[in-house]
């Protein structure tokens, strides 16, 4: 039995704090759609009888009706597939949802927060959907695979052993549960970072977000594709998502000054299919606005600059001198030396000594 496994795609997400760059989220939007367009040529190509959707589909808050219909169109072109949705955190089973007010083709069947079974000739698919934007009960303990000679699956969005408060209001599993309740497979949605071959004939599986959503998720997308059999399960990973987020360090310590940073960034190659942000690292010369920066950087794979440099000065060494300079830098010492000081305000004291010292220059 062949099926394809996704999670997390979000469709029509706004991607608002990605970029400086104006038109990324559309570019994204429209990368998302070509991501499922993919997905469902290849099902159409390989005749996948299953395709199982963990969650998160689409942006409840954002979706619009013409993506549920082109959604919807490319569930219309793939008839002998059998589709099966179950709601996450950011698109639950609620009333106003296009889960209830849509028409969505035969194919397509949602789970809502009632744990169901659909029994089919050689398999039986169990599911459940959220019906809010949080869930702290799906009541999964309670089933009990009662026909355990056929193929049991089970699709659902949640977070395995979530242990902080905020884990526990997403579905949190226990993974030893899920493992004593030998299904044969467990598509899980959620957490956009893949698992699937961790570890030995692993069952417990999470795809990750079919197309990245930013640089805190690194690396390649895609979908799940699997061929399953009562004592055998055999999974790949097929890459849907063409770009890839990367990041890449720049020590800027032998940088005197921010024309020659420019030149520099200017200077570096990326992929066409990259989104790169820029960590500056080291210490630096001269002061530095990131956005402000940002408008003369002429590679276009640049989208966001991230400063973790640190000053260029030795305060102790500057303190001693009997000069305005070091008066200030004494003083600012003795704040940084606080017990109390956190992180945030000595960084704050550090931006300071920097436009301080270029003012005195």
Known sequence: MKFVHIADLHIDSPFVNLSDKDNLGEIRRLDQRRAIKKVIEYIKENNVPYLFIAGD???????????????????????????????????????????????????????????????????????????????????????????????????????????????????????????????????????????YNDEANQRI????????????????????????????LDLEFIKIDNREFVEREIDITNIISKEELIEYINSQSFSENQFVKIILVGKRNFEINTYGLYKFIENNQVIKIKDKTKLNYDLEKIANETTLRGLFAKQILEKMNMEDITKEEKEILEKAVEIAFDALE
């Open 57 to 195: 589909l689409y942006e409840h808050k954002y979706i619009k009706k013409s993506t549920i219909q082109y959604i919807n169109n490319l569930f219309k072109e793939i008839p002998n597939t059998a589709i099966f949705i179950s709601p996450g955190n950011h698109d639950p089973y609620l009333q106003n949802s296009y889960y209830t007010q849509f028409k969505w083709n035969k194919n397509v069947h949602i789970f809502k927060s009632k744990i169901e079974k659909i029994g089919l000739e050689n398999v039986n698919i169990y599911g459940y959907g959220f019906d809010n934007f949080y869930c702290t009960n799906s009541n999964i303990e309670s089933i009990e695979l009662d026909e355990k000679n056929k193929i049991n699956i089970l699709i659902i969005h949640g977070t395995l052993n979530g242990a902080s408060i905020e884990e526990k209001q997403y579905n949190s599993i226990s993974k030893k549960m899920l493992e004593d309740k030998n299904f044969d497979y467990v598509a899980l949605g959620h957490i956009h970072k893949m698992s």
């Open 205 to 232: 599986v999470y795809p990750g977000s079919t197309v990245s959503l930013g640089f805190d998720e690194l690396g390649e997308h895609g979908m799940i594709v699997g061929d399953i059999q009562k004592n055998k």
